[in-house]
């Protein structure tokens, strides 16, 4: 018998910080060249598209992904993940239209559904409790670095040489990573018969489609109907799930109080966060008269912010617990939220970065907490789908909240019967802003102001709801619930 391979925990680490380089880049990055995309494309209708669909597919994809890595390990999805964002991000670079590029960004999410819970599966299969902690903290500041690089790189990129490289700066980061992960990450999986659940996952599918068709249109017979779609979908998914032998997502895990709160929580900040990275680039350019630079820097600080008190939250839970670092955390962010639509049309750029540095030092520091309290508190054979719970949850309220937004924007912006269809993508340009006449401009440059004034305020009242649920977050031991059971994995199924 051939000697078992042990998982090198540190060039692990290596991988799984790669992979989640490639989300991070990809969260500012391509939020600061979407103006410019626009501009060369066309299509400011179709803007928040961009975000939704990869949003969409991602949602989809984290609980799926989730289960099949409790069935049949993490070490296969996280390669799977990888493999399929790798394909959306070359496609997407060389896309030719806006269609075309809503539709590979929608399999770059594919990819990240994978991808994204594996990494934080993986840490906490071979960490242990306090470990962990460190170790998000570790994965915080990762993520921050390359968030911060990334307006930078994508500001360079745009100006020097193409939008479409924002796409193809993945691809060394994602053969590494995939290197990394199938060279030193190992796991013994018990082989046993499994019956999957397809039906659940299809009615998840669907229902999350219906779901964003009634959230992206304010108003019409379209709303409606996929509103009534959505819900009978989601009921019949909830009634599948009751009688499956293994569900995709066991609904008694949200008994629990700590998964209950976290997946609320997690879903209105989730929206919260993805309207602050999507609009408020188009805020700079749009009404500010920004470059693509000057959009990426407004975003930037909120990178800063997040791995800095991701790091210290993480050294704090041993210490304080949970519960505090999540009520701060929350009441930070709902600040920052209240402060951004205050602010309004009078924002400067430097009290726009002072905002989202705010916003990201709550969302650190509750995020942290959020994730280790949910791992901590299920066996190995749940963790893989507890942890894709609460990014399904973040995710489905990005995706949820950018829809309404951008119908938001959209409807300010058919208002004015003035205002050329492509004018606001024409403004996103120096060349197409010199072209439009001055009386256009004005009228431009209201709606664009009411509308996102709007948004604004949603993000602030998503904030303010999200601190609310979270003061019913309940005391969670620090150690692991069930002992070691919780922290190691079953014999015959864990990291090797």
Request: proline share 6%.
């Amino acid at each position: 018998m051939a000697p078992e391979r042990k998982t090198h925990r540190a060039l692990t680490v290596a991988g799984l910080i790669l992979a989640l380089a490639m989300a991070a880049l990809e969260s500012t990055v391509v939020a600061t060249a979407m103006p410019t995309v626009i501009g060369d494309l066309g299509g400011i209708h179709q803007y928040a598209w961009v975000t939704t669909a990869y949003l969409l597919t991602s949602s989809v994809l984290v609980p799926i992904c989730g289960k099949l890595s409790d069935i049949y390990g993490r070490k296969p999805i996280m390669l799977f993940g990888i493999a399929v964002f790798l394909l959306g991000s070359i496609a997407s670079g060389a896309a030719q239209t806006m269609p075309q590029l809503i539709a590979f960004r929608a399999l770059q999410g594919a990819g990240a559904g994978a991808m994204q819970p594996m990494a934080m599966t993986i840490s906490g299969d071979i960490f242990d409790l306090k470990e962990r902690a460190r170790i998000q903290g570790v994965f915080g500041a990762a993520w921050g670095l390359f968030g911060i690089i990334g307006p930078m790189v994508g500001g360079l990129i745009v100006h020097y040489f193409s939008w479409r490289w924002v796409f193809y700066i993945n691809i060394p980061f994602g053969v590494a990573s995939a290197a990394l992960v199938a060279t030193s990450f190992h796991e013994r999986i018990e082989k046993r018969p499994h019956e999957l659940d397809f039906l659940g996952a299809a009615l998840l599918s669907a229902g999350v489609v219906a779901l964003l068709l009634a959230t992206g249109r304010l108003g019409g017979e379209t709303t409606l109907l996929a509103a009534v779609a959505s819900a009978a979908l989601f009921a019949a998914f909830f009634a599948v799930e009751r009688r499956a032998p293994e569900p995709m997502i066991p609904l008694p895990l949200f008994r629990r109080p700590v998964m209950l709160i976290s997946n609320v929580a997690g879903a209105i900040l989730g929206g919260a966060m993805m309207g602050t990275i999507t609009f408020v680039p188009l805020f700079v350019q749009g009404v500010l008269r920004g470059t693509p630079t000057d959009a990426g820097s407004a975003i930037a600080p909120m990178l800063i912010g997040w791995p800095v008190a991701s790091a210290i939250g993480g050294r704090l839970i041993p210490r304080v617990g949970f519960r505090p670092l999540i009520w701060i955390g929350l009441g930070v962010t709902a600040t920052a939220g209240l402060a951004l639509a205050l602010g309004g049309a009078h924002d400067t750029p430097l009290m726009l970065r002072a905002t989202t540095l705010v916003f990201g030092v709550g969302m650190g520091l509750s995020n942290v907490a959020l994730l280790i309290a949910v791992q901590s508190s299920v066996a190995w054979d749940q963790r893989g789908i507890a942890t894709a719970s609460t990014m399904f949850s973040r995710l489905l309220g990005g995706v949820v909240a950018v829809g309404i937004m951008g119908g938001v924007l959209t409807a300010q912006l058919a208002k004015d019967p003035s205002i050329p269809a492509d004018a606001a993508s024409r403004l996103l340009t120096a060349e197409g802003a010199r072209g439009l006449d001055p009386s256009i401009l004005q009228h431009l440059g209201e709606a664009l102001t009411a509308g996102l004034a709007t948004v604004f305020w949603i993000i602030a009242a998503m904030g303010v709801t999200g601190f609310i649920a979270a003061l019913w977050f309940p005391r969670v031991p620090l150690q692991a619930d069930g002992g070691d059971a919780a922290v190691a994995p079953p014999s015959g199924a864990g990291v090797g």
